[in-house]
């Protein structure tokens, strides 16, 4: 009886232990700890924790968008931050991935950073194409933004007088007049501190694309998304369109459409948790954000989050077979 007892007890125990070992761990890659966006994806995990049922999520600390991509293909780590304009390259298997396109689906987009080009308000540019021969600096040396700003000039026949620099160097040489100006990535639908920077004693102007030059990149540069920066993106700056990319989550075919599903949900329906750890966050629209960016399909669980919500999901966001 003794026995019965003891047996009765330790399967009793094994019962009230077992929910927590049936919790499907995940693992976030992030970026450096020094980063905001490396905040944000602790939210993100708290976010999991608390509210998708048998999930438990921590972050990993890791050199981004690539290495993410890197360690999502090889199961390190279930999903993380991607740009969007790295993420289709992923999937499409062109530049980095040349030849080895990898199975992707885009879970959300949180921030997007427009990329802003700036010039003097006393400089003769009055568009895009007056850049010619004109001393401009495409982005910060070694930056996405540089690399991308010379793939669309070259997609859009322009060109420029580049000068290359930092920062710091770039803003003060705009502020000097020894340039006429730069393109530098916005924060949200708002200038760069940087920009604000020069504005103070320099007025600027910020060039827009036309609507043929946007016609002309959504054909030839599926990798970045064409945006409408409504007006106010600094004082007196009209409203413009400009090329871009966005900063989301992604994650391979590993991570089930059920687990995906309950990660988007808790994602989607917070209203202060993502907004207290980066401020660019803060009462955006996260599913129009994702529609608005998105370069990739959606993940099975994401589309199935979007139909729920009665959200059309364009066919080129439709999830591909695994």
Partial sequence: MRLSH????????LAFAQPASAQEKLLIGSTSASSSHYGYFVSVAKL?????????????????????????????????LVTTNVAQHAHAGTNEFDGRPMKLGLLWVYTGAPQNVIVRADAE?????????????????????????????????????????STTDVVDMIKDNRVAGYVKSGAG?????????????TPIKVLGLTDEQKAVLAEK????????????????VPAYSTWSFGVGAAAGPALSEEAAYKIVKAVMEDKEAQGAALASVKGVDLAQLT???????????????????GIEIPARLQPTAN
Avoid at 6 to 13: R, Y
Avoid at 221 to 236: L, Q
Avoid at 291 to 309: D, K, S, V
């Fill in 291 to 309: 529609l608005q960016y998105a370069t990739i399909p959606l993940h099975p669980g994401a589309a199935r989050w979007y139909r729920e919500q």
């Fill in 125 to 165: 540019v009055g568009s895009l194409a007056e850049l010619k021969d004109v001393r401009f600096n495409p982005g910060i040396k070694g930056s996405a933004t540089e690399s991308t700003t010379e793939a669309v000039f070259e997609a859009l026949g322009l060109s420029a007088d580049y000068v290359r620099g």
């Fill in 189 to 201: 639908d708002k200038l760069d501190g940087s920009t604000l920077d020069i504005a103070t004693f």
């Fill in 6 to 13: 003891l047996a009765m007890a330790g399967a009793l125990a």
């Fill in 221 to 236: 540069m599926p990798d970045v998304s064409i945006v409408d920066v409504p007006a106010g993106a600094a004082d007196g």
């Fill in 48 to 80: 999991v924790n608390e509210k998708a049922e048998g999930l438990e999520a921590s972050v990993v600390e890791t050199g981004a968008t690539l290495d993410n991509l890197r360690r999502i293909e090889r199961g390190q780590v279930d999903f993380g």
